[in-house]
């Protein structure tokens, strides 16, 4: 069974900075598609950064610049370095996993997300 642990989130101060952890088990890490999501109080959930089995990444308008997505496929972990923090980076972080499944496309897993809150 594929399962997702996100941890590193916390309260930080603006300017500030966190690094995200996503810790995968249970599935052939190296040939996941994965992301980052977050979803704040009343709002909807949003990509904020992917990255390929290959190693390419893309990322939400708001976080260019400031966030960075890698992955340890030595370790199965996904990170998101996230710095110079504001505000409205204020969310629930999630991590997701595409699993390969070959011809058949890929199946999506969720972990339970971590708590990140940007204030003075």
């Known amino acids: 069974q594929l399962e997702l642990v996100e941890s590193g989130g916390g309260l930080v101060q603006p300017g500030g900075s966190l690094r995200l952890s996503c810790a995968a088990s249970?599935?052939?890490?190296?040939?996941?598609?994965m992301y980052w999501y977050r979803q704040a109080p009343g709002k909807q959930r949003e990509l904020v950064a992917s990255i390929t089995s290959g190693g390419s990444t893309n990322y939400a308008d708001s976080v260019k610049g400031r966030f960075t997505i890698s992955r340890d496929n030595a370790e199965d972990t996904l990170y998101l370095q996230m710095n110079s923090l504001k505000p409205e980076d204020t969310a629930v972080y999630y991590c997701?996993?595409?699993?390969?499944?070959?011809?058949?496309?890929?199946?999506?897993?969720w972990g339970q997300g971590t708590q990140v809150t940007v204030s003075s």
């Open positions: 249970g599935t052939i890490f190296s040939r996941n598609d």
């Open positions: 997701k996993a595409d699993e390969y499944q070959g011809r058949w496309g890929t199946l999506e897993y």
